[in-house]
């Protein structure tokens, strides 16, 4: 065996094996490894998407959404009050948001935009959620379905508003010295 003759196993080796820490290579958590909570946010985030993208109607986009594969994983009360109340409660979102942007609405991806509402919906809504896990949900869904950096754009805006929107925990995390 020489340089310029290497053998099959020399041309084309293994890749190596995964840790089984339940991550993908890319940082994302794998499917199996997901909460019935953390599906129904992705479930959420892609009917948010249809609905700012298509403007299709809440319940045409809920139809849909429930045949899609692996609906049944998710928790579906958690994918109804994010989906019903994202929409319903827009504008507020969108008016808590906009001072926080460097640029228009209009320019943020659709991803983005629905990430942020998920994510202010439930610092304001779902108060059983802890705020670092709402930051760190809405992240991971931007890692996953939104452009490059898009996850530093949705953690800049949504740890701007946590403080604001989740006054009283945001302060005992930064007085336990954990903020």
């Known amino acids: 065996m020489t340089e310029e ?11 190596p ?4 820490t339940g991550l993908k290579s890319t940082g994302t958590r ?19 998407y249809q609905h ?3 403007g299709n ?3 045409a986009i809920d139809a849909f959404t429930r045949d899609l594969a692996g609906f049944h994983k ?3 009360v958690h994918y109804d009050a994010l989906l019903h109340g994202c929409i319903a409660n827009a504008a507020e979102m969108d008016a808590l948001i906009t001072p926080l ?11 983005e935009h629905a990430t942020m509402w998920i994510g202010v919906y439930e610092f304001q809504h779902c108060l059983d959620v802890p705020w670092r896990v709402v930051l760190n949900e809405c992240i991971e869904l931007a890692k996953e379905f939104g452009g490059t950096d898009g996850h530093k754009y949705v953690n800049a805006v949504l740890n701007g508003l946590a403080p604001k929107l989740r006054t009283v925990e945001v302060a005992a995390d930064k007085a336990a010295g954990t903020a």
């Open 5 to 15: 003759n290497p053998t099959a196993a020399d041309r084309s080796p293994r890749p």
């Open 17 to 20: 094996k995964q840790s089984r």
């Open 30 to 48: 794998k499917a199996a490894s997901k909460s019935n909570r953390s599906r129904a946010r992705e479930f959420a985030l892609q009917a948010l």
């Open 52 to 54: 700012l993208v298509g």
């Open 57 to 59: 109607d809440a319940h």
């Open 74 to 76: 998710a928790d579906s």
């Open 101 to 111: 942007l460097d640029r228009k609405m209009a320019e943020i991806s659709p991803i």
